[in-house]
């Protein structure tokens, strides 16, 4: 929207909470007077439209919307794991899918599903599984993406996150439509 490239992430949202028929809690205040460059800013925008989208399609109550900056995204390997990387590579990964990059973005879903495993971020390992078994359907495996889809749904069930078990199970519809539509 105009509003986006004209005032901001932090306006964009705002006005974006206003107009939806869905309770938006706001934690956004870092992000505040504050600007990311475009692409960051569209990505960003379009993350949380997505993500409210979803919940309206599962039902949710109300959605929470909190935003971090990271000044340094990422430690160097002597200084040891860093706790930002997954959603930093979740962010790269969804990134590189806007600009139809896909072989980036599955390099960089598989590797923050791996971090995410490893610090026990169960939300973001189901949203990694989720688009990987998208990116699986996109390449013609349909039966690969059912078995991440399936997957990224019981991690986002025992996650207790809805939003990402929404998406998944949309995701899922997709992949059973297409197995439907090739046997």
Same mark, same amino acid.
């Given at each position: 929207?105009?509003? #986006?490239?004209?005032?901001? &992430?932090?306006?964009?949202?705002? $006005?974006?909470?206003?107009? @939806?028929? &869905?309770? &938006?809690?706001?934690?956004?205040? +870092?992000?505040?007077?504050r600007r990311f460059g475009p692409e960051v800013e569209r990505a960003a925008y379009r993350l949380v439209t997505g993500s409210v989208a979803a919940a309206l399609h599962a039902?949710? +109550?109300?959605? /929470? /919307? $909190?935003?971090?900056?990271?000044?340094?995204? !990422?430690?160097?390997?002597?200084?040891?794991?860093?706790?930002?990387? +997954? +959603?930093?590579? &979740?962010?790269?990964?969804?990134?590189?899918?806007? !600009?139809?990059? @896909?072989? @980036?973005?599955v390099a960089a879903y598989a590797q923050? #599903?791996? !971090?995410?495993a490893q610090a026990g971020l169960a939300n973001h390992v189901a949203f990694a599984l989720a688009r990987l078994g998208a990116n699986a359907l996109a390449d013609g495996d349909a039966r690969r993406a059912e078995e991440l889809e399936r997957r990224a749904l019981a991690a986002a069930e025992e996650a207790r996150a809805p939003w990402v078990a929404a998406l998944a199970r949309v995701e899922l519809g997709r992949v059973l439509t297409a197995v439907g539509d090739l046997e």
């Open positions: 929207p105009p509003l #986006l490239d004209d005032a901001g &992430l932090f306006e964009a949202i705002i $006005s974006f909470a206003e107009q @939806t028929d &869905l309770v &938006l809690v706001l934690d956004i205040e +870092p992000i505040a007077g039902g949710a +109550p109300e959605v /929470v /919307v $909190s935003a971090m900056v990271v000044e340094t995204l !990422r430690h160097a390997d002597a200084i040891g794991f860093d706790a930002y990387q +997954p +959603p930093v590579l &979740l962010l790269e990964a969804w990134l590189a899918e806007q !600009r139809n990059d @896909t072989e @980036t973005a923050a #599903l791996e !971090r995410a």
